[in-house]
């Protein structure tokens, strides 16, 4: 069924998102975003956004997912997000994509996105159990250059770790992939990361972020890619690496002062609060991040401690609190 202009109005006089089996014009959904059509119209160029399957000479018709991956992508695009990443992050979010990356649906522009990075996930998968590293960190480096840290974590390497978890807990198999492809997407995020120590540093004191794995802690990649991120974004961050102890935690933070130190614990067993309470005691705000954390109640830790739940929310915590400006790829 297609909507007629004016159809989404409600009673407050504010569109709605069609209900499912509706279809909206593209005047329709540009009022209800408060963008141009011609911002539609581009964005359906550049990065596949909006109705698949779009035929030349035809009017665009929006269902209710093609106005919620737009949401996203405005929301997004709001919050400082570069457009690229932006749409990158929306088609994967409204698709479903997310942790892990789902067979494509049918036709156009967008899904032809999809199919070919489920084929590069399905190819770095493939690449880890030959134990081919030249061939994984090749994919991963040409993703990172593409598209940036945030899209091919988001879209790539938490897809590709999902399917070798599943790989493992389903057949028993060895971990052998994983390690490979773990080793494989650290060193091609390096030297994204390495370009901290040319990047500016634009608040005074030293590096305003400090990131750490809590003690006993060697699920790294999470925080690598934060910390890739924010070096791409020109954060100024400074990383500590795996299993970091509480004494040397307790040493780098009385020493740099960071704005911000980040904890990641990936599971219950890493996730010690006396962590936080360190890191708290010099830094002047904690971020505590990764699933180990999902069991502890904040509200009996210091007020400086916080919390988010991905890689793009932590960039915005950070950046929004030293006041800089988000730019990403
Ligand atoms: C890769 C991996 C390893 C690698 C780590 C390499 C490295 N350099 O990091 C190696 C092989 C070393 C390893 C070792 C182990 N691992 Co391991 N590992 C994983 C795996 C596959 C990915 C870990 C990861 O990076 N997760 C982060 C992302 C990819 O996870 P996600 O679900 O997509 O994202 C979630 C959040 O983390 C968050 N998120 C994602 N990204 C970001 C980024 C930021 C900045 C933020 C804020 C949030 C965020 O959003 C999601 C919702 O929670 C997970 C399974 C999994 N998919 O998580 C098991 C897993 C974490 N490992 C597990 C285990 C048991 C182990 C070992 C004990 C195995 C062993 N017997 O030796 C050891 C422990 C090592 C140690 N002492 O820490 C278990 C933990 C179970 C539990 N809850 O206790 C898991 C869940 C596997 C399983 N299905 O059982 N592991």
């Not at 399905?122 to 134990?131: C, I, K, Y």
């Not at 399917?163 to 060895?174: A, I, K, Y």
């Amino acid at each position: 069924m297609v909507g007629r202009e004016g159809d989404d109005i409600d009673a407050s006089g504010e569109p709605e998102r069609p209900a499912a089996g509706v279809e909206l014009t593209a005047g329709a959904v540009a009022r209800r975003l408060g963008v141009a059509p011609s911002t539609l119209r581009s964005w359906a160029h550049r990065y596949g956004l909006g109705p698949a399957g779009h035929e030349t000479g035809r009017y665009r018709r929006y269902a209710e997912r093609d106005v919620a991956e737009l949401e996203t992508m405005c929301r997004l695009v709001g919050q400082g997000v570069a457009p690229a990443a932006a749409a990158a992050l929306a088609r994967g979010q409204e698709s479903g994509d997310g942790p892990v990356a789902s067979a494509p649906a049918t036709g156009g522009e967008p899904d032809g996105g999809r199919r070919s990075r489920a084929r590069l996930v399905r190819g770095l998968v493939n690449a880890s159990q030959r134990l081919d590293a030249d061939a994984v960190v090749a994919g991963v480096s040409e993703h990172l250059a593409a598209e940036g840290v945030v899209a091919t974590w988001q879209l790539v390497c938490r897809p590709a770790l999902a399917v070798l978890d599943r790989q493992v807990s389903e057949t028993g198999g060895c971990i052998h992939a994983q390690l490979m492809f773990a080793w494989a997407v650290s060193t091609a995020l390096r030297p994204i990361s390495a370009a901290a120590d040319t990047t500016p540093d634009p608040v005074a004191g030293g590096a305003a972020v400090l990131l750490a794995c809590t003690d006993g802690e060697q699920h790294t990649l999470a925080l690598e890619a934060l910390h890739a991120a924010l070096v791409e974004s020109r954060l100024p961050a400074r990383m500590l690496g795996p299993s970091v102890p509480d004494v040397a935690l307790d040493e780098a933070c009385r020493r740099t002062r960071p704005d911000t130190a980040v904890l990641w614990a990936q599971t219950p067993r890493t996730a010690r609060p006396g962590a936080l309470r360190t890191a708290g005691s010099s830094a002047r705000s904690v971020l505590a991040v990764g699933p180990g954390w999902a069991g502890l109640d904040l509200v009996d830790l210091p007020e400086t401690v916080d919390t988010v739940d991905d890689l793009p929310a932590a960039l915005r915590h950070v950046a929004a609190r030293l006041g800089l400006p988000l730019e990403l790829h």
